[in-house]
Structure formats: structure tokens, C-alpha cells
């Protein structure tokens, strides 16, 4: 980490090589294949006006087995998960930061989280989350940016966690369960959300065409299995949007389609959009 150009140590510490490391990156590039590794966080990284926010993009091998405790730090990055990860926020943070005033091809399909294996997300104090500002220019679905993607051969479950989408040309989103929204589904399956707010919220200081997105996209056949005990925030969008998809079950589940607590009466915004099934 370096403050105003002074080298101030190292930030992560992995428990398989049992070395510390002055990049979160370096940490996490150090595991072996089918031997479970914790990384920890020690210090905030990728915050300075020394580092590239953008730098830190991290893929894991198919039969990788890696826990990144946060550890109530914030790290700028992202991560392509191909075998087994636990994102432990511990009241820190992950963000996709790219400062973009407008939408863009280069964030087309983008996320903070891309998942292909099985994704845990959870936070056990509270105060956690991924987020994302990465805004794309596409009208296909699945391009769509997001905060998380979890994609067809995707197993995710997140946990008491806040995912924060962003805005887009179309419809930026948290979770990308299929399209563009906080969270995209696409294909995948996510087999609980438990404890979580999904939230896609516009962004001032953007292009007049950005708009709000979908808290979250379930798309291409994706499947929930539960979701309890959650709430979903879009402004000027859908809570979730289940479209070719299948939800499960839901339990205790809140929507609202304006942050400022007032719900949109114009039929075009509803907590949930519905275009296949939900139990």
C-alpha cells in the first residue's frame, strides 16, 4: 500500500504459503489447486490515487478452494471465481470502480464478481458489500454490467450481505442473474438468498440516458431455490425481474422502486416483474 508515494507494508496474508503480501492480487494468485486457502485483508487497497483502481482482477482455477476475509477492509477490483469461493466481507467492501461518466462497450458483461463455480457471499457483522459503477452500452441482455454474475454452471448463495448495482445505458443492475441488474443470474443457480439487500440506485452526475437497473435479473433458465428474509431497491426499475426463469420460494421478502421510500404508482416500475414462474 502506498500513501502519498511512502510504502506503508503489506496487506494480505495467505494461510497455505503462510507469507504476507504487499497486493491483495499476489495473495490471492498464491493458492494450490484442491487445498482449501483463506486470505486475509489487513489494510485497505486499491484506494490511493498511487494505485490503478482498475488493476486487481483475479482468476481462480477450477479446482481452487479460496476464502477472502475482508476483514472489514475495502479493496477496489474484481474477481472471476472458477471453482470454490466464500466472499467473507466482515463489514468490509470488493468495488468495480471506473469512474466512467457514461455508458461504454469496454463494460459490456462486466461485474465485480463473476461467478462460474460456487460463490459464497456473506458478511458476518454487518456493514458489508460489493458493489459496482461500471455502466455498459448494450441492449442485449446478456450483456449487461452488474455487481455480481453469476453464470450458467454458477452455483451461488449470498448471506446478511448489501450488493449495490450500477447504472446503465439500458438497465444496470446488482445482481446479474441473467441481464443487466445488481445481481444477473444468467443460466445459473442460486440456491439461497438469505439476509440480503439488492439494490440498484441511480447515479447522479451521469449521461441523461443512464437509467436505473433491475436489484435483480433472473434470465436464461436460471433457478432460485429460496429467497428469505431480504429486500430488493430499484429506482425507476424492478426489484427483480424473472424473465425465462424459475423462483422457487420466497419468504418475508420487501420491494420498493424508489429510494426515497415513496413506491411509483406508473405501471411501468413494479417490485417484481414476473415473466415465467414463482412458487
Known sequence: VYIYGFYTGYVAYNDFTQEYYDTLQGALRMVADSTPTTVTLYANCGTFVEEDATAMLVTTGAASNVTLNLNGYHAVGRITNNGTFTLELNGGSLAYKTGAPAAAAAYQ????????????????????????????????????????????????????????????????????????AAVFNNGGKILNISGAVIQSIATTGKASTVKSGYGLLNFNGGTITTIQDSSFLAYASYGIFNLGATIDEMENVSFRTDPSGVARTTTSYYGILNRNRVS
Not at 460456487?118 to 452488474?146: E, F, H, K, R
Not at 455487481?147 to 445505458?169: D, E, F, Q
Open 109 to 180: 458483461g462486466a461485474a465485480t464478481v463473476i461467478n462460474n463455480g460456487t460463490l459464497n457471499i456473506q458478511d458476518s457483522v454487518g456493514g458489508g458489500y460489493v458493489t459496482s459503477d461500471a455502466i455498459d452500452n448494450s441492449s442485449t441482455i446478456s450483456n449487461y454490467a452488474s455487481a455480481v454474475r453469476n453464470n450458467a454452471s454458477g452455483k451461488l448463495t449470498i448471506r446478511n450481505s448489501t450488493i449495490t448495482g450500477n447504472t446503465a445505458a439500458s438497465r444496470g443492475g446488482g445482481i446479474y442473474v441473467g441481464t443487466n
